[in-house]
């Protein structure tokens, strides 16, 4: 948390680039060979990392091809490159007791992740056991950006799961070191879990290829105080060019985020 | 699901063992070298082989210390050496379209696990994905067995979020290869569960160390024809005794909860 208060406030900057690097889309410049993919990760990281707030590696594009070593370290490299930049790492894990407790070994000593999403489906006991962790955070799911989310998250009407989940959020907060996953694609409800946990941090997907707006996010979202958000994008910056320019049109992406949120927000 | 029926009727058996191993609690009998955890995690499959209708190994307990690839060579084993005995990777995923396809990818191919366990919070959208491998089977939560889990789930009253789960399951089980968690601490609720969705499997953890009582979930649980349940039980059978007899002990645990079924559902 405070790193990313520092980077909110230094950098003025509220962008979290997702790294879900798909090995099919990688750009010709990094070559075809067993390094590819994680030259692909480390120069996105380089050409983004003065712009961002957070970066957020999702573990799935690892794990499905066995490159845990890759993210091992890609993370390593944001660390010793880019200190002061937290690492959320997006597993999503949702699981109770030890095996918590394993989930979040594997996110914070193994991966040395800053953080980790976690999935509030099976309740307090799927969160507490990170606490054990107090200088490493929990992004809790809440309102994911997803059209079959209101399935269960907008259930039941008036008083909706979601709401239920960033009250629980609130009171569970003791070590300040959670977060809200909460979409840009509902900015209403986005608004609403605003009202309902203060100043805590929201990660914000949905925005780019989902179709969420960004003026409907600030105006929702942010706190009194302009800030509270992280926003994340993926594609639009990891695929802005599949030329050898990649790394400079990542770059400028994020930074033309960068600036558009400073307008939208008069800062 | 036909793996799975097979052995409920060949072998007259709905137990199915959670391959969980600490490392810190292996019997002195398989060694302390690196060879070790694996070696564990065999010998407790091949001696409760005979009684079991199919493994659960928990991902967590093989992730946090990068254990992955002694998690391929125990599915591997299972399948070589005990074939016909379903594996379900217990993961509880939940991430929706790429990235759930990416999850899906990771169970079925990388591992070779015949289902695997999903978190439902996100919607329709994060178990959909898993439907493009038809010969593989998805065990979405439902009513977990941890004390906490009731805060969501059954929420709120009168019409809980676990029965809109289950009443959703059997419309998205349109290859049957669906399966509910419903956990032995609420046999009330699985009943509930189990009238919702017919004969649709479900896996029933919380036997043994959570309490859970087996009576109560046969007479809540099974269908018609007495089958429809994989009972999970982890600790009770690996650490049956940490001495050189661990496999018997564990083989004898594994034999003994089956002739109680037998005795309780009268077959």
């Known amino acids: ?70 993210l091992e370290a890609l993370i390593r490299h944001v660390h010793e490159a880019h200190p002061g930049i937290p690492v959320i790492l997006d597993a999503k894990r949702g699981d109770i007791g030890d095996t918590a407790r394993l989930y979040a070994e594997e996110a914070f000593e193994r991966y040395d992740a800053d953080a980790v999403t976690v999935n509030p489906y099976l309740g307090k006991e799927s969160v507490e056991p990170y606490f054990a962790w107090p200088d490493r955070g929990v992004v809790l799911l809440c309102r994911t950006s997803n059209p079959g989310s209101a399935w269960l998250q907008e259930y039941p009407p008036g008083a909706p799961v979601f709401e239920r989940v960033a009250v629980a959020a609130r009171e569970w907060n003791q070590h300040d070191n959670l977060m809200l996953v909460a979409g840009a694609t509902y900015p209403e409800d986005l608004g609403r879990i605003r009202a309902l946990v203060g100043e805590m941090p929201l990660l914000v997907p949905g925005i780019g290829a989902q179709g969420g707006d960004l003026a409907e996010v600030l105006s929702h979202g942010l706190t009194g105080e302009g800030e509270g958000l992280v926003v994340n994008m993926s594609r639009a910056v990891l695929y802005a060019s599949n030329g050898s320019d990649f790394e400079a049109a990542a770059g400028r992406v994020a930074a033309e985020f960068c600036t558009e949120v400073r307008r939208l927000r008069g800062s």
Do not use: N
Request: net charge positive.
């Open 1 to 70: 948390m405070q790193q990313l208060r520092q980077r909110w406030q230094a950098r003025d900057t509220l962008l979290c680039v997702g790294l879900d690097p798909d090995i099919k889309r990688l750009p010709s410049a990094v070559g075809s060979g067993p390094g590819a993919f994680l030259a692909f990760c480390r120069a996105i990281v380089d050409a983004t990392a003065p712009y961002v707030c957070a970066f957020k590696p999702q573990i799935a594009y690892f794990a499905a091809q066995g490159r845990e070593a890759e």
